[in-house]
Structures are given as structure tokens and as C-alpha cells.
């Protein structure tokens, strides 16, 4: 089952690259973990992510939003006050947005926002109050558009990588943008991750 308010509190994540891990470890649609008083990080690596890794493109996905959500308000059960962060990849990542942008759950609140691949996540309208990290392949020009887009937006940082060389050495592209988000200096992004930290969803 999800965990819950009275679950044990597992180790946070310590940085960006070992969020993105425990991301591609995910073998169901959405997993819950309780990394704080008040605080969860969800999951979301995609719907296909429980029927088999299909691939879903297009299409209607309120199904996956609505899933996501009562997963989320399963693993909150009776923590008041809760705090989630979706940490989604690809059609995920989207969801994710989209969840931040529509969803008024009276049980949790969405913090932050973390993305990778998933460009469509950058026209959605999330509201200033909830954070956004994305991490896009230089190669993808939706993502360069959106990024572009985005640009002048305080509550939104995109990362914007070259993914040609991960793809070189056998590496993860994304796993790859994540470590060098944990290692680069620009200062925006530094307090970017320090923010994320000190909301408890990064052990730091």
C-alpha cells in the first residue's frame, strides 16, 4: 500500500540526481514516499509505467491525473497540513504540472515541481506559489521553446543541457542533466536546489 501519516519517515533524496534515480526506479504509475513531518514526494514516471512500459502518446490522460491525486490523498491520510512535491518524467512530468495547475485538494499542497523530458510541462500554467525545476535536452526544440517562454518567470528554473554526450557513454541523458545541475554554480540554480532542500524534500 501507499505510506501514510503514521508510516516510518524514509531518507530524502540528497540531491537532484538521486531524485531523478529513484524517478527511473519506479515500477508502478505513481509511488508516495513520506521523506518528513508533512512532507511527500510523489513519483510520477508516466502512465505506462504500470501496463508493461507501453507508451502512451496524445490522448486523454485525466485518468492518470485522477489516479495520481488519490494516490497522493491515500499516502496523506490524516497528516494535516501536508506538502508534496511530483517529481515526473515525460508524459509525467506534464501531469505533474498540470496536477499543480487545476488540483485544490483540501489534503496536501504541491510545494515544487521537478520535471525531466517533459517539455509539454512548460506551457502549463502553474501558479506562482508552486516552484518548477525542469531539465531539458538541449536537442528537443520544444524544449528550447519552452524554456525560452518561461524565461522571465520567477517561480520557474529550466535547466537546459547537452544530452549528446550522455548518450555517448551509455548514461542516463537526464541522470546525467541532474548531475550536472547538482554540480553547476549558477546561482539561481544553487538557490534553487538550497530552496528545495529547505522545504525537507532534499536531504542536502
Do not use: C, K, W
Request: proline share 6%; charged share 20%; aromatic share 4%.
Amino acid at each position: 500500500g501507499e505510506p501514510g501519516a503514521d508510516d516510518p519517515v524514509q531518507r530524502a533524496p540528497r540531491t537532484i540526481e538521486e531524485l531523478l534515480t529513484a524517478l527511473a526506479a519506479s515500477r508502478r504509475s505513481v509511488t508516495v514516499q513520506r521523506v518528513g513531518p508533512q512532507r511527500y514526494i510523489a513519483y510520477l514516471p508516466g502512465p505506462e509505467a504500470g501496463e508493461g512500459r507501453l507508451r502512451l502518446v496524445g490522448g486523454d490522460h485525466t485518468a492518470y491525473d485522477a489516479e495520481v491525486v488519490a494516490a497522493v490523498e491515500r499516502a496523506v491520510a490524516g497528516d494535516e497540513g501536508a506538502r508534496v512535491m511530483l517529481v515526473g518524467s515525460a508524459q509525467g512530468g506534464v501531469t505533474a504540472a498540470e496536477i499543480a495547475a487545476t488540483v485544490a485538494s483540501p489534503h496536501f499542497v504541491v510545494d515544487q515541481v521537478v520535471t525531466a523530458g517533459a517539455p509539454g510541462a512548460q506551457v502549463t500554467r502553474v501558479p506562482e506559489t508552486t516552484r518548477v525545476l525542469s531539465l531539458e535536452d538541449r536537442s528537443d526544440p520544444v524544449a528550447l521553446l519552452g524554456s525560452l517562454v518561461n524565461a522571465g518567470l520567477p517561480h520557474r528554473v529550466t535547466v537546459v543541457f547537452e544530452g549528446a554526450s550522455a548518450r555517448a557513454d551509455g548514461t542516463s541523458v537526464y541522470l546525467a542533466g541532474a548531475r550536472a545541475a547538482d554540480s553547476a554554480t549558477h546561482p539561481e540554480l544553487r538557490a534553487e536546489i538550497q530552496r528545495i532542500q529547505g522545504l525537507g524534500y532534499l536531504a542536502g
